[in-house]
C-alpha cells in the first residue's frame, strides 16, 4: 500500500520535475547568452567537469571505491541527523552497506541526491576563505569535478546496479525523488555562484510549476469528453 501511495505521489509531481527542469535550463541559457558563464570561476568549473567527465571514461571502475565510501558515509551521517545509531560499515569496490538502527526515506536515498565530496570542498573552502582569500581557479575547479563525480556516479549506480534503496520505496518514486532533489540542488547552486538571486529563481520555478499544472489540467480536458 505504502508502495501504491508513493506512486501517486510521483506521478502528481511529475509536473513538478518537469517545472524544475525547465526553469533550470531557462538559467542556464539565460548564462548563455549574457556571458556570465564567461567569468573565471564559471570556466574554472567546467574545466573540472570536463576533466572529471574524461577521468571517469578513462578510469571509471577504479574509482568505484572512492563513490561507494561517499555513498555509505553520506546514509550514515544522514541517519546520525535522524538520531540513528550506527551499528557497522562495510566498504568494497564492489559495493557497501552500512547498519543503523532505523532508516527513512531520507536516509535511503540521501546518497543519490547529496553531493558528498562536493559538499565537503564547499566546507573546506568556506574554512579557508575564513583564514585567507582564496583563489578562484582550483576552488572552482574542484566544485566543478567533485559535481561531476557525483552525477557520473550517481547514475551509474542507479543504471548498472539493482539498487536495493531505490526499490525500498518504488523505482518510480526513488527515481522521482531522487530527480527532484538533484534539480533543486542545481537550481540553488546557480543562486550561490550569484548567478541569479533567490527571489528570482523562486519565482522562476513558480512560474513553470503553474504553468506546467496548467497544461496537464489542460490536456486533461482534451483527453476527457
Same mark, same amino acid.
Given at each position: 500500500?505504502? !508502495?501504491?501511495? %508513493?506512486?501517486?505521489?510521483? %506521478?502528481?509531481?511529475?509536473?513538478?520535475?518537469?517545472?524544475?527542469? &525547465?526553469?533550470?535550463?531557462?538559467? %542556464?541559457?539565460?548564462?548563455?547568452?549574457?556571458?556570465?558563464?564567461?567569468?573565471?570561476?564559471?570556466?574554472?568549473?567546467?574545466?573540472?567537469?570536463?576533466?572529471?567527465?574524461?577521468?571517469?571514461?578513462? !578510469?571509471? &571502475? #577504479?574509482?568505484?571505491?572512492?563513490?561507494?565510501? +561517499?555513498?555509505?558515509?553520506?546514509?550514515?551521517?544522514?541517519?546520525?541527523?535522524?538520531?540513528?545509531?550506527?551499528?557497522?560499515?562495510?566498504?568494497?569496490?564492489?559495493?557497501?552497506?552500512? #547498519?543503523?538502527? !532505523?532508516?527513512?526515506?531520507?536516509?535511503?536515498?540521501?546518497?543519490?541526491?547529496?553531493?558528498?565530496? /562536493?559538499?565537503?570542498?564547499?566546507?573546506? *573552502?568556506?574554512?579557508?576563505?575564513?583564514?585567507?582569500?582564496?583563489?578562484?581557479?582550483?576552488?572552482?575547479?574542484?566544485?566543478?569535478?567533485?559535481?561531476?563525480? *557525483?552525477? /557520473?556516479?550517481? /547514475?551509474?549506480?542507479?543504471?548498472?546496479?539493482?539498487?536495493?534503496?531505490? &526499490?525500498?520505496?518504488?523505482? $518510480?518514486?526513488?527515481?522521482?525523488?531522487?530527480?527532484?532533489?538533484? %534539480?533543486?540542488?542545481?537550481?540553488?547552486? /546557480?543562486?550561490?555562484?550569484?548567478?541569479?538571486? $533567490?527571489? +528570482?529563481?523562486?519565482?522562476?520555478?513558480?512560474?513553470?510549476?503553474?504553468?506546467?499544472?496548467?497544461?496537464?489540467?489542460?490536456?486533461? &480536458?482534451?483527453?476527457?469528453?
Amino acid at each position: 500500500m505504502k !508502495k501504491v501511495i %508513493l506512486f501517486l505521489l510521483a %506521478l502528481a509531481g511529475v509536473p513538478f520535475a518537469w517545472a524544475c527542469a &525547465r526553469a533550470l535550463l531557462n538559467s %542556464l541559457a539565460s548564462g548563455l547568452t549574457e556571458d556570465s558563464f564567461l567569468t573565471p570561476g564559471c570556466v574554472a568549473f567546467l574545466v573540472g567537469a570536463a576533466a572529471m567527465v574524461a577521468l571517469y571514461f578513462w !578510469k571509471g &571502475r #577504479e574509482l568505484s571505491i572512492v563513490y561507494v565510501f +561517499g555513498h555509505e558515509m553520506t546514509h550514515a551521517l544522514v541517519g546520525l541527523c535522524f538520531f540513528a545509531r550506527i551499528h557497522s560499515v562495510n566498504i568494497r569496490e564492489t559495493g557497501g552497506f552500512v #547498519e543503523l538502527s !532505523k532508516s527513512n526515506l531520507f536516509i535511503t536515498l540521501a546518497p543519490y541526491c547529496v553531493p558528498f565530496y /562536493l559538499f565537503i570542498v564547499i566546507g573546506v *573552502h568556506a574554512l579557508a576563505t575564513c583564514i585567507a582569500p582564496q583563489p578562484v581557479w582550483p576552488w572552482y575547479a574542484a566544485f566543478g569535478v567533485t559535481t561531476a563525480f *557525483h552525477i /557520473l556516479y550517481t /547514475l551509474d549506480a542507479l543504471l548498472t546496479v539493482a539498487q536495493p534503496d531505490v &526499490r525500498a520505496y518504488g523505482r $518510480f518514486f526513488s527515481y522521482w525523488f531522487i530527480l527532484v532533489v538533484n %534539480l533543486l540542488f542545481a537550481l540553488l547552486a /546557480l543562486v550561490a555562484i550569484g548567478h541569479i538571486s $533567490f527571489r +528570482g529563481q523562486a519565482h522562476a520555478l513558480r512560474v513553470q510549476t503553474v504553468d506546467a499544472y496548467v497544461a496537464v489540467v489542460d490536456l486533461a &480536458r482534451r483527453l476527457i469528453p
